[in-house]
Nanobody, 123 residues
Framework: VQLVESGGGSVQAGGSLRLSCAAS????????MAWFRQAPGQAREAVAS????????YYAASVKGRFTISIDNAQNTVWLHMNSLKPVDTAMYYC??????????????????WGQGTQVTVS
């Protein structure tokens, strides 16, 4: 399984970015895709998760209403649409995946596959 993120960059506060994660060697059926982020000196934190088996969506409280996770099965791509960005959203963003439904969607330990990350900077 290979996950490759793209779409990061620098944006002013209030702006928007769309991150994408291209997956290969992986099927979205009854599996879970998620986005995490990590700022310098801080722990990796969950941003959003989508369990395809039940269509269940989870968002961190800090991004709820501003970020949207979605999957395009035809393109084997997971998206993270980020609106109303704030400086506190600055971090390296990682795409991750696991087989089956997570018990704790917010725990990095639940996920087996990780991308290399894409940097988001909000000023």
């Amino acid at each position: 399984v290979q996950l490759v993120e793209s779409g990061g960059g620098s944006v002013q506060a209030g702006g928007s970015l769309r991150l994408s994660c291209a997956a290969s060697g992986y099927t979205y059926s009854s599996n879970c895709m998620a986005w995490f982020r990590q700022a310098p000196g801080q722990a990796r934190e969950a941003v959003a998760s989508l369990y395809t088996g039940g269509g269940e969506l989870y968002y961190a409280a800090s991004v709820k209403g501003r970020f949207t996770i979605s999957i395009d099965n035809a393109q084997n791509t997971v998206w993270l649409h980020m609106n109303s960005l704030k400086p506190v959203d600055t971090a390296m963003y990682y795409c991750t995946a696991r087989l089956g439904r997570p018990v704790r969607w917010y725990s990095p330990r639940e996920y087996a596959y990780w991308g290399q990350g894409t940097q988001v900077t909000v000023s």
